[in-house]
T-cell receptor, first 112, second 116 residues
Framework: DAKTTQPPSMDCAEGRAANLPCNHS???????VYWYRQIHSQGPQYIIH???NNETNEMASLIITEDRKSSTLILPHATLRDTAVYYC?????????????FGAGTRLFVKA | ETGVTQSPTHLIKTRGQQVTLRCSSQ?????VSWYQQALGQGPQFIFQ???????GRGNFPPRFSGLQFPNYSSELNVNALELDDSALYLC???????????????FGSGTRLTVV
């Protein structure tokens, strides 16, 4: 099973870019990398996903290395409201369908 | 869009009892997944249902079971509750099972289960 490894916590100054790394060294060729975040007491919120190419949307950018063994989520201008736990997720094919694997996530603290 | 609604929001049960948690999927979504999130940890995948059939399961014992109904609402049933079952249970719905983490994958706010 592909698994993800993330640092337990990170700090970022408000207005600066937050770069959150994720290792997924056992990912296979057809498995997407997804990023979600969870603010206290709420369900996880989708941010972005990608397979091979870098992706960008209104929330963030996703940079995936050429060998696909790691990726970085970039929040270009972090705000205090971006303080949350960020999860890097891989969906794994399994018998009868698939299963999803969350890691422990990175707790991002955005400071004024 | 009405989002994903879970009920109840909080629940206290006694060890050995059975519990049923409910999830109302976002309108138009035909896939639902359930997760268990212990305090301070990431969500753990329990299982997923697509068109009323289970099509993926995590490492949870058979006493964790589920149902998806024709209107795509869902239930999570846990028998013989143990103290370690205390957690936040999250439901997430999506439009199709093969791309479930596209934009249409929406999580509910969860049910906080405490087993005493």
């Amino acid at each position: 099973d592909a698994k993800t490894t993330q640092p337990p916590s990170m700090d970022c100054a408000e207005g600066r870019a937050a770069n959150l790394p994720c290792n997924h060294s056992t990912i296979s060729g057809n498995e997407y990398v997804y990023w979600y975040r969870q603010i206290h007491s709420q369900g996880p919120q989708y941010i972005i996903h990608g397979l091979k190419n870098n992706e960008t949307n209104e929330m963030a950018s996703l940079i995936i290395t050429e060998d696909r063994k790691s990726s970085t989520l970039i929040l270009p201008h972090a705000t205090l409201r971006d303080t949350a736990v960020y999860y890097c997720i891989v969906r794994v094919e399994a018998t009868g369908g698939f299963k999803t694997i969350f890691g422990a996530g990175t707790r991002l603290f955005v400071k004024a | 869009e009405t989002g994903v609604t879970q009920s109840p929001t909080h629940l206290i049960k006694t060890r050995g009892q059975q519990v049923t948690l409910r999830c109302s999927s976002q309108s138009g979504h035909n896939t639902v997944s359930w997760y268990q999130q212990a305090l301070g940890q990431g969500p753990q995948f329990i299982f997923q249902y697509y068109r009323e059939e289970e099509n993926g399961r995590g490492n949870f014992p058979p006493r964790f079971s589920g149902l998806q109904f024709p209107n795509y609402s869902s239930e999570l049933n846990v028998n013989a509750l143990e103290l370690d079952d205390s957690a936040l249970y999250l439901c997430a719905s999506s439009l199709a099972w093969d791309r479930v983490f596209d934009y249409g994958y929406t999580f509910g706010s969860g049910t906080r289960l405490t087993v005493v």
